[in-house]
């Protein structure tokens, strides 16, 4: 039962009958417009009556005394009219007994609509640089984007991720002519990306002393944007390598892409665009650089093409734009990207709109904060740079010790504290607004006691391990009275809420809003499980109990699994 629209469709019966004849607001407005109040003493439901004074010329405490004394629904307990407020106390057993069915019979669905089907949404995130080790500082879009791809697919939609991979510039040209002068295929394929970086860090240390080599470097970069085979093989290995080694990390985050079209893979698909550019007459020269001027709106000249004729990200991010519209015909594109482009974004989507591209509406850049580790900033210039691998790693450690520490007789310990260790880094990671900066520390991450990842997931296996000692939940004869009280009916209100929290998080393109959810709902859970005990010999106290310890562990695993956690079912 949508006790939503059910208070709504009241709502509205009450209206029509009270005051006939009048220019009535339509069902839609009216579901808007109820509210969750802050504390449930305050109802359910509210509806404030102030908006209909005018249409009604009535005062807002008229009309809701009015409406107050039309509405007699069986699931209502009681229907108060408060300050031009209606607020709605659903009848706690009936309240307990539809959210915990509805949650149970539509399982993993429970929360999920078909608002998506028929439609794509193309996701732009993690785009990691090759020939550079993963660190940190791409968890945050590697993440986001990955819970907003499952999001988007449990709402129906066709989800298109896409890994842009930073593999343009000078700086391929100078890793080939370091490798042919100082490297072999066997080193660099057995160092990986750690031996592809000495190697630049090499070429870049004896260029100091020998411009020759940057010379040497743009003459290898020029080879590999003719098509030179040799340049173009050495080039695509590197590529591989990269890959290869950043899918450990991928594979250990549960992240997976559609496709690694990154910036060279649209080399030749800029030349169009400049062209289409210059047809709309929108392409300007500025000292020898061709520029789109976006003064007009505030903002600096968008470049295009530079005064030697090279193209830079704006002509890449306009083809790449242009080709995901031609090729998936996305309903909506997200770029996860640090806020720090944001102007880069705000210029790209003015472009397109320019250039007559009636989509650029649906472009929008899921801007996020910066990382900084245990207090200190990231540098990779001063060495200060943590990698990514070594992170999940180390979490994956520290969760085995603890296990060790407190459940030393605990089967399966390595997978557990894979599981802990990962689900602590992703979880601390999209705990806050995506927008705010993050200080990863241990001490908090990894806490089992306070708003984290190990604690939600200790509170999933803990509602596993009461289902399992009960031999599971029972739903032939529950009491659902026996949930009136005030923690038990704090969890049914949560369950009630996922849904609506899951289209809010699709809506603003903030996982956090999952991440908070699921920290409310283990609180709330654990506060009934301390108060309310479940074992007890009154069978339809203890059915009604466990059903809604198994609803609280489903809905809470579902939450974790959209922000890529995993819940381990004994901990």
Same mark, same amino acid.
């Not at 959210?99 to 990691?128: H, P």
């Not at 990986?192 to 260029?207: H, I, S």
């Not at 770029?335 to 650029?360: I, S």
């Given at each position: 039962?949508?006790?939503?629209?059910?208070?709504?469709?009241? @709502?509205?019966? *009450?209206?029509r009958? $009270?005051?006939?004849?009048?220019? !009535?607001?339509?069902? =839609?407005? +009216?579901? /808007?417009?109820l509210?969750?109040?802050?504390?449930?003493?305050?109802?359910?439901?509210?509806?404030p009556?102030?908006?209909?004074?005018?249409?009604?010329?009535k005062?807002?405490?008229? @009309?809701?005394? *009015?409406?107050?004394? $039309?509405?007699?629904?069986?699931? !209502?307990?009681?229907? =108060?009219s +408060?300050? /031009?407020?209606?607020?709605?106390?659903?009848?706690?057993?009936?309240?307990?007994?539809?959210?915990?069915?509805?949650?149970?019979?539509?399982?993993?669905?429970?929360?999920?609509?078909?608002?998506?089907?028929?439609?794509?949404?193309?996701?732009?995130?993690?785009?990691?640089?090759?020939?550079?080790?993963?660190?940190?500082?791409?968890?945050?879009?590697?993440?986001?984007?990955?819970?907003?791809?499952?999001?988007?697919?449990?709402?129906?939609?066709?989800?298109?991720?896409?890994?842009?991979?930073?593999?343009?510039?000078?700086?391929?040209?100078?890793?080939?002519?370091?490798?042919?002068?100082?490297?072999?295929?066997?080193?660099?394929?057995?160092?990986?990306?750690?031996?592809?970086?000495?190697?630049?860090?090499?070429f870049?240390e004896?260029?100091?002393?020998?411009?020759?080599?940057?010379?040497?470097?743009?003459?290898?970069?020029?080879?590999?944007?003719?098509?030179?085979?040799?340049?173009?093989?050495?080039?695509?290995?590197?590529?591989?390598?990269?890959?290869?080694?950043?899918?450990?990390?991928?594979?250990l985050?549960?992240?997976?892409?559609?496709?690694?079209?990154?910036?060279?893979?649209?080399?030749?698909k800029?030349?169009?665009?400049?062209?289409?550019?210059?047809?709309?007459?929108?392409?300007?020269?500025?000292?020898?650089?061709?520029?789109?001027?976006l003064?007009?709106?505030?903002?600096?000249?968008?470049?295009?093409?530079?005064?030697?004729?090279?193209?830079?990200?704006?002509?890449?991010?306009?083809a790449?734009?242009?080709?995901r519209?031609?090729?998936?015909?996305?309903?909506?594109?997200?770029?996860?990207?640090?806020?720090?482009?944001?102007?880069?974004?705000?210029?790209?989507?003015?472009?397109?709109?320019?250039?007559?591209?009636?989509?650029?509406?649906?472009?929008?850049?899921?801007?996020?904060?910066?990382?900084?580790?245990?207090?200190?900033?990231?540098?990779?210039?001063?060495?200060?740079?943590?990698?990514?691998?070594?992170?999940?790693?180390?979490?994956?450690?520290?969760?085995?010790?603890?296990?060790?520490?407190?459940?030393?007789?605990?089967?399966?310990?390595?997978?557990?504290?894979?599981?802990?260790?990962?689900?602590?880094?992703?979880?601390?990671?999209?705990?806050?607004?995506r927008?705010?900066?993050i200080?990863?520390?241990?001490?908090?991450?990894?806490?089992?006691?306070?708003?984290?990842?190990?604690?939600?997931?200790?509170t999933?296996?803990?509602?596993?391990?009461?289902?399992?000692?009960?031999?599971?939940?029972?739903?032939?004869?529950?009491?659902?009275?026996?949930?009136?009280?005030?923690?038990?009916?704090?969890?049914?209100?949560?369950i009630?809420?996922?849904?609506?929290?899951?289209?809010?998080?699709v809506?603003?393109?903030?996982?956090?809003?999952?991440?908070?959810?699921?920290?409310?709902?283990?609180?709330?859970?654990?506060?009934?499980?301390?108060?309310?005990?479940?074992?007890?010999?009154?069978?339809?106290?203890?059915?009604?109990?466990?059903?809604?310890t198994?609803?609280?562990?489903?809905?809470?695993k579902?939450?974790?699994?959209?922000?890529?956690?995993?819940?381990?079912?004994?901990?």
């Amino acid at each position: 039962m949508d006790f939503k629209t059910a208070v709504a469709n009241e @709502i509205l019966a *009450a209206m029509r009958a $009270a005051f006939e004849g009048a220019q !009535l607001p339509g069902a =839609e407005a +009216v579901a /808007g417009a109820l509210e969750v109040p802050p504390d449930s003493a305050m109802g359910d439901y509210a509806f404030p009556c102030f908006k209909l004074s005018k249409a009604l010329k009535k005062s807002p405490m008229m @009309i809701a005394d *009015a409406l107050a004394g $039309a509405i007699h629904a069986p699931f !209502l307990g009681k229907v =108060e009219s +408060v300050k /031009g407020y209606l607020n709605f106390f659903i009848d706690k057993a009936t309240y307990a007994e539809k959210v915990i069915g509805l949650a149970l019979e539509q399982g993993e669905r429970y929360g999920a609509d078909d608002s998506g089907a028929g439609k794509t949404v193309v996701l732009d995130y993690s785009s990691i640089n090759i020939a550079k080790r993963f660190h940190i500082g791409h968890l945050s879009t590697t993440m986001i984007g990955n819970s907003l791809y499952r999001l988007h697919k449990f709402f129906g939609w066709r989800a298109v991720g896409v890994n842009h991979l930073g593999d343009w510039g000078t700086q391929f040209g100078k890793m080939i002519a370091a490798y042919k002068r100082w490297g072999d295929h066997d080193t660099v394929a057995a160092g990986g990306v750690d031996e592809m970086v000495k190697l630049y860090v090499r070429f870049n240390e004896e260029a100091k002393a020998n411009e020759a080599l940057n010379d040497e470097g743009r003459a290898w970069f020029k080879k590999i944007e003719d098509g030179d085979p040799e340049a173009l093989e050495i080039f695509n290995w590197f590529k591989s390598v990269t890959l290869k080694d950043a899918e450990r990390v991928y594979d250990l985050l549960g992240v997976t892409f559609d496709s690694y079209a990154g910036e060279s893979f649209y080399n030749d698909k800029m030349g169009p665009v400049i062209d289409a550019l210059r047809e709309k007459n929108l392409l300007k020269e500025d000292d020898g650089a061709q520029i789109v001027d976006l003064s007009d709106w505030g903002m600096p000249p968008a470049l295009i093409l530079r005064s030697d004729g090279a193209t830079l990200y704006m002509t890449r991010d306009l083809a790449a734009a242009k080709y995901r519209k031609d090729t998936y015909n996305f309903d909506k594109s997200l770029y996860v990207v640090a806020y720090q482009q944001d102007l880069h974004f705000r210029q790209l989507f003015k472009v397109l709109e320019l250039m007559g591209y009636d989509w650029a509406k649906d472009c929008e850049h899921v801007a996020f904060g910066m990382v900084s580790f245990e207090g200190g900033a990231l540098s990779t210039r001063e060495g200060h740079v943590v990698y990514l691998d070594d992170l999940l790693h180390q979490a994956i450690d520290k969760a085995r010790a603890i296990i060790e520490e407190k459940s030393p007789e605990l089967e399966n310990k390595d997978e557990v504290a894979r599981q802990i260790g990962i689900g602590a880094v992703v979880f601390f990671d999209l705990y806050n607004n995506r927008i705010k900066d993050i200080d990863f520390t241990w001490e908090r991450a990894l806490n089992f006691d306070g708003e984290t990842g190990p604690y939600c997931m200790y509170t999933h296996a803990r509602a596993c391990s009461v289902l399992r000692k009960a031999g599971g939940a029972d739903a032939s004869s529950p009491d659902f009275a026996a949930l009136s009280d005030p923690c038990s009916q704090d969890v049914v209100r949560l369950i009630e809420q996922f849904p609506d929290i899951l289209k809010s998080a699709v809506n603003r393109s903030e996982p956090s809003m999952v991440t908070r959810f699921a920290v409310d709902l283990a609180q709330a859970f654990n506060k009934f499980y301390y108060e309310n005990k479940v074992m007890v010999d009154e069978p339809g106290t203890r059915a009604a109990r466990l059903l809604l310890t198994d609803a609280t562990r489903q809905v809470l695993k579902q939450a974790l699994y959209l922000i890529g956690v995993e819940a381990p079912e004994r901990m």
